[in-house]
């Protein structure tokens, strides 16, 4: 069924993109599509008509749902002939918007070729990260680069690529395009550059703080209710995607006053016990925990507590992430660790190894360990809840969180379909 569903929704998609022909921001990377992608739909909406892929709609159905605007049928085949009946219609009339922000994901060698042909022209393609994450698939780090960077190398000259300038293997991609190249970050070689980032609290609200730095101009960006470099990075790619469409840096700093971090990640939760939580379980890498232990370190006034659930789809990188991950946790001086799963075994033996003098208790599964963590807080205690969705620790959120009945508000895999699996 799924290959039928697929051959259709291609077409009606490709039928779509052609109809309507919108200006394409395509955005790719190991980690930060989302926040990226909200960020820039959040500054692009104050002057055009935009929209954005639903939550991670971005394989090869999908990218093609978030084209026609339609949302998954499931495994209903009435609700996808519904899907495709309406699609067929909106050919002819529909209110369709001038720019179209995709993001765009890869499990697979090839994931990413199959959507650009579809897509066709892109006029804006954003590279936020090139990690070792989902790298189950892929032979190593250096295959899982070239699948990320082919979204750029069939741009022509009139695309923008923006690249993360502070990440290795992005910047070296930076001579595989012919478009014109628009870099970010903390590098001083970046087109629009961020400095004085700091984690603040103005009138008691925690919040990112950075200037960004263009062609001589220096503008202070604060965002609030959000934590950690991450944010920094999805707005910056934001801002220069902005720039493109003739948005001023000033414009994109009130826009982006608006921003909320999607549900599961650096959000913060007020917890039992006057305890606060920094919910970061919609997935997990190396380099996105270790930016949630600095978040965690630089904000916390009591005991630095994390429950961290073991790291999937690293490859032949799975020991070296995980003792990369500990590593932090010493460096960091966190007083109280909760591991969930086999993985992350990997990580208590590696703290065992390092002679970590915080306390560590390792649980089977998030149900398991949720309760000792409650009984464990103490008023103050800052906790980092994260790992990646097979490890479901939002679980844990929602059994540490003040008000558990804002669990499907607040947090991540609060559907129905989610609630049920085990």
């Known amino acids: 069924m799924k290959s039928i569903l697929k051959t259709i929704l291609y077409l009606l998609a490709w039928l779509t993109i052609r109809r309507y022909k919108p200006r394409v921001v395509a955005i790719t990377g190991s980690v930060g599509k989302t926040s990226t992608k909200d960020?820039?739909?959040?500054?692009?909406?104050?002057?055009?008509?935009?929209?954005?892929?639903?939550?991670?709609?971005?394989?090869?159905?999908?990218?093609?749902?978030?084209?026609?605007?339609?949302?998954?049928?499931?495994?209903n085949p009435l609700i996808w002939l519904f899907i495709f009946i309406k699609a067929f219609f909106k050919l002819f009339i529909a209110d369709y918007p001038k720019i179209l922000i995709l993001e765009l994901g890869s499990d697979r060698p090839g994931d990413i070729a199959y959507l650009v042909k579809l897509i066709g022209?892109?006029?804006?393609?954003?590279?936020t990260d090139i990690g070792i994450s989902h790298l189950e698939f892929f032979a190593g780090p250096t295959e899982l680069a070239k699948e990320k960077l082919s979204l750029i190398k069939k741009l022509d000259r009139t695309a923008l690529a923006i690249l993360n300038f502070d990440n290795p293997k992005v910047f070296e991609g930076r001579t595989q395009t012919k478009a014109e190249?628009?870099?970010?970050?903390?590098?001083q070689n970046s087109q629009v550059m961020i400095s004085d980032?700091?984690?603040?609290?103005?009138d008691g609200v925690w919040g990112v703080n950075f200037k960004l730095h263009h062609k001589g101009t220096v503008v202070p960006f604060f965002i609030p209710n959000t934590l950690g470099k991450p944010t920094a990075y999805a707005a910056t790619a934001a801002v220069v995607t902005a720039l493109r469409f003739n948005i001023n840096l000033v414009e994109s700093s009130e826009a982006l006053k608006r921003f909320v971090p999607p549900a599961g990640r650096l959000r913060m939760i007020p917890g039992i016990?006057?305890?606060?939580?920094?919910?970061?379980?919609?997935?997990a890498a190396p380099d996105s925990t270790i930016a949630g232990l600095e978040a965690l370190s630089l904000i916390a006034s009591g005991r630095r507590v994390i429950a961290l659930g073991g790291m999937a789809e690293l490859g032949k990188q799975t020991?070296?992430?995980?003792r990369a991950v500990a590593g932090k946790i010493v460096e960091n001086k966190i007083d109280l660790v909760f591991l969930v799963g086999e993985n992350a075994k990997i990580i208590r033996d590696e703290l065992s190894v390092r002679k970590f003098g915080g306390r560590v208790q390792w649980f089977e599964t998030a149900d398991l360990a949720g309760l000792s963590i409650q009984e464990s807080l103490l008023p103050q205690d800052t906790i980092l809840v994260k790992g990646s969705q097979s490890s479901r620790m939002e679980k844990i959120v929602k059994e540490i969180m003040a008000d558990p009945l804002r669990a499907s508000e607040l947090l991540v895999r609060q559907s129905d379909k989610w609630l049920a699996k085990i």
Do not use: C, M, W
């Open 319 to 322: 020991e070296s992430g995980h």
């Open 39 to 75: 960020a820039i739909t959040i500054v692009l909406r104050t002057s055009f008509s935009v929209r954005a892929s639903l939550g991670n709609y971005n394989n090869e159905l999908g990218v093609p749902l978030a084209i026609i605007n339609e949302e998954s049928g499931g495994q």
């Open 181 to 187: 190249i628009a870099g970010y970050g903390f590098s």
């Open 197 to 202: 980032f700091q984690i603040i609290q103005v």
């Open 273 to 283: 016990k006057q305890a606060l939580i920094i919910d970061d379980t919609y997935n």
């Open 121 to 127: 022209k892109i006029d804006v393609a954003v590279l």
